[in-house]
Nanobody, 121 residues
Framework: QVQLVESGGGLVQPGGSLTLSCAAS????????MGWYRQAQGNERELVAA???????NYADFVKGRFTISRDNAKKTVSLQMNSLQPEDTAVYYC???????????????WGQGTQVTVNS
């Protein structure tokens, strides 16, 4: 059984900052990729940023230069530092991990429950 637990969402004013964190736990053999997605009301879920075990990163164009993703492989955590937040960043942010458990031979995607980020003055 695998769990992804997010924390750090909330309400922030435009131009402010928030840091999201996600911790993976359970019968995890290896985590290949950890990332953050977001879904605004009425929109599809979209990639925000992702990071591999080796530290290679991928960012959506709309967050480049504002958001930074980081990862602690030993602790099985991933964080998203979000700066210069704007109202259009308002969404539910989801943590996703592509991982393999001790009981499976292939990698699968696991999702957290989501955390709300609201940018509003």
């Amino acid at each position: 059984q695998v769990q992804l637990v997010e924390s750090g969402g909330g309400l922030v004013q435009p131009g402010g900052s928030l840091t999201l964190s996600c911790a993976a736990s359970g019968t995890i053999f290896n985590i290949a990729v950890m990332g953050w997605y977001r879904q605004a009301q009425g929109n599809e879920r979209e990639l925000v940023a992702a990071i591999t075990t080796s530290g290679a990163t991928n960012y959506a164009d709309f967050v480049k230069g504002r958001f930074t993703i980081s990862r602690d492989n030993a602790k099985k955590t991933v964080s998203l530092q979000m700066n210069s937040l704007q109202p259009e960043d308002t969404a539910v942010y989801y943590c996703k991990s592509r991982l393999r458990t001790y009981f499976e031979g292939a990698y699968s995607d696991y999702w957290g429950q989501g955390t709300q980020v609201t940018v509003n003055s």
